[in-house]
T-cell receptor, first 114, second 111 residues
Framework: DTEVTQTPKHLVMGMTNKKSLKCEQH?????MYWYKQKAKKPPELMFV???????INESVPSRFSPECPNSSLLNLHLHALQPEDSALYLC?????????????FGPGTRLTVT | AQRVTQPEKLLSVFKGAPVELKCNYS??????LFWYVQYSRQRLQLLLR??SRESIKGFTADLNKGETSFHLKKPFAQEEDSAMYYC?????????????FGQGTELSVKP
């Protein structure tokens, strides 16, 4: 299995809701990433997990809370989001978190905050 | 500061014409450069990276450290090449795995 899967594909949530995004890979990768992508813009890194530990947090607001329960799973918990948080959220994985390793991206979850 | 610049937001060529997507970078250390492609309604995927020096789908890119460039080239564009192309940089002394993307160039190949 050489794919990164993400659920749900689409999510609409109100500003007071709590929801979670899920990402899964079965390639044995030990690094996983969350990116945020606005339309016609490049992905912006949010978090990096390396060997199930958070290694990079790009000063993301606390209303986004990542979690890596095991080496195959990555969650992004959402709470009290703002309309400007509406975007495509991408998950990626790589063999390890290093500069030469290809990142494999999931199809993304399109989030709309109303 | 680490930065990747793609000067063209949109590049439109006719089928069979040569295409060059420009990428310039700013990085004080030793960079790893990549081209990622995002076809319509598909996931972002790696096209090629300088370290492997491969030719993928007819595309090549050469790292020019003197000009700090990593331009993507193809001698004869095909309609299926129409997509968004992102140049990305990861530094050897970066925190692990962090990719810095350029703003992207949308390539449109007309029949």
């Amino acid at each position: 299995d050489t794919e990164v899967t993400q659920t749900p594909k689409h999510l609409v949530m109100g500003m007071t809701n709590k929801k979670s995004l899920k990402c899964e890979q079965h390639m044995g990768h030990r690094a996983m990433y969350w990116y945020k992508q606005k339309a016609k813009k490049p992905p912006e890194l949010m978090f990096v997990y390396s060997y199930e530990k958070l290694s990079i947090n790009e000063s993301v607001p606390s209303r986004f809370s990542p979690e890596c329960p095991n080496s195959s799973l990555l969650n992004l918990h959402l709470h009290a989001l703002q309309p400007e948080d509406s975007a495509l959220y991408l998950c990626a994985s790589s063999q390890v978190a290093g500069p030469t390793y290809e990142q494999y991206f999931g199809p993304g979850t399109r989030l709309t905050v109303t | 500061a680490q930065r990747v610049t793609q000067p063209e937001k949109l590049l439109s060529v006719f089928k069979g014409a040569p295409v060059e997507l420009k990428c310039n970078y700013s990085y004080s250390g030793s960079p790893e450069l990549f081209w990622y492609v995002q076809y319509s309604r598909q996931r972002l995927q790696l096209l090629l990276r300088h370290i492997s020096r491969e030719s993928i789908k007819g595309f090549t890119a050469d790292l020019n450290k003197g000009e700090t460039s990593f331009h993507l080239k193809k001698p004869f564009a095909q309609e299926e090449d129409s997509a968004m192309y992102y140049c990305a940089l990861s530094g050897r002394d970066n925190q692990g795995g962090k990719l810095i993307f350029g703003q992207g160039t949308e390539l449109s190949v007309k029949p």
